[in-house]
């Protein structure tokens, strides 16, 4: 029952709407509507309430706890009233939150002088991934507009840094392939679907902090920053290597060699390199820099000016 009424305190946060500093100004139609939880831990998790006139109120996305009436009372608090079901039987309950804060379509609701939690006010009710459906590993996809199971609808994608990794991530990608949706351990976000200018497809935002999907020889590959964290082998066909320039310096290297890619770190910035076919030895190259070798020798050119470092292979 403690767990119920902690979801129940959640969803009172539920309600908010117009730009009311007032409490006492606050009307029942500011309340009115869909309202669904701020839940940073995961975006993906949809519940909340939807209040309407009259009275009568629903749940969002929370088969357990049903509520069917609400009412606003003088000095900002709500009172929700419902059914709590779960170990083989029903509880009616009447709890009330304060309003502790309402701007806009953001309402902050507490009880006491620790609890506080945030809804935002919707339009239309998003397809509600709670209860039964995320037990069961449900979650809304942006890009598809539906319930999906990621590890049935998406492409699956491993850790490219750590080998002994156990967690996965997957790429779901619209219809028209013009958006990407990656899911991730920590949360997802959607990309959108860019050509760079020798053609070749990714899948971004125009933020230089965010992520890249991109599609290499067959494989799928996520990088940030020029760090590539996950791809379709992982860290299977990895292989290490470190570099030294003439005047010392340490050029690290990552050749992943089935997926086609090298990671190269050098003056504190990574890039992740395509390979191309050469007569002999290897060669990789991105936008900024170009790196052919052959033994334990190699040549790494910055494209902008094009100065040749001298590397060789640290054994």
Not at 99 to 105: G, H, R
Not at 165 to 180: N, T
Not at 292 to 307: Q, V
Request: contains cysteine; proline residues 2%; hydrophobic residues 35%.
């Amino acid at each position: 029952m403690e767990n119920k009424k902690t979801a129940l305190l959640m969803t009172f946060a539920v309600l908010a709407s117009v730009a009311c500093t007032n409490k006492s100004e606050i009307t029942e139609k500011d309340l009115t509507g869909n309202w669904i939880e701020v839940m940073p831990v995961n975006k993906n998790y949809v519940q909340g309430i939807t209040m309407n006139e009259g009275g009568e109120a629903s749940s969002i996305g929370m088969a357990t706890l049903k509520y069917e009436k609400w009412k606003l009372l003088d000095k900002g608090q709500i009172v929700l009233e419902g059914k709590s079901i779960g170990n083989g039987q029903t509880i009616d309950f009447s709890d009330t939150l304060s309003v502790i804060s309402l701007n806009n379509d953001t309402l902050t609701l507490g009880k006491g002088e620790m609890y506080r939690i945030q809804y935002t006010r919707q339009d239309s009710v998003p397809q509600a991934i709670g209860g039964s459906d995320a037990a069961m590993g449900y979650t809304y996809s942006e890009v598809l507009k539906k319930k999906i199971r990621v590890f049935e609808d998406g492409e699956k994608v491993v850790s490219a840094t750590d080998p002994n990794s156990s967690y996965a991530s997957f790429i779901v990608f619209a219809p028209d392939s013009s958006q990407a949706e990656l899911f991730m351990p920590e949360g997802s976000v959607v990309l959108d679907h860019r050509k760079r200018p020798d053609g070749t497809s990714v899948w971004n935002v125009e933020d230089d902090d965010t992520y890249m999907v991109e599609k290499f020889e067959g494989n799928l590959l996520v990088s940030r920053r020029g760090k590539l964290l996950y791809s379709t082998l992982g860290t299977e066909d990895k292989l290490d290597a470190t570099f030294t320039t003439g005047d010392g310096k340490e050029v690290k290297a990552a050749f992943y060699q089935k997926t086609g890619v090298v990671q190269i770190s050098f003056d504190g910035q990574q890039s992740v390199l395509k390979q191309y076919r050469t007569a002999s030895g290897y060669g990789y190259a991105d936008p900024v820099y170009d790196l052919r070798g052959k033994g334990d020798e190699a040549t790494l050119t910055r494209k902008s000016d094009g100065k040749k470092i001298q590397l060789k292979e640290k054994r």
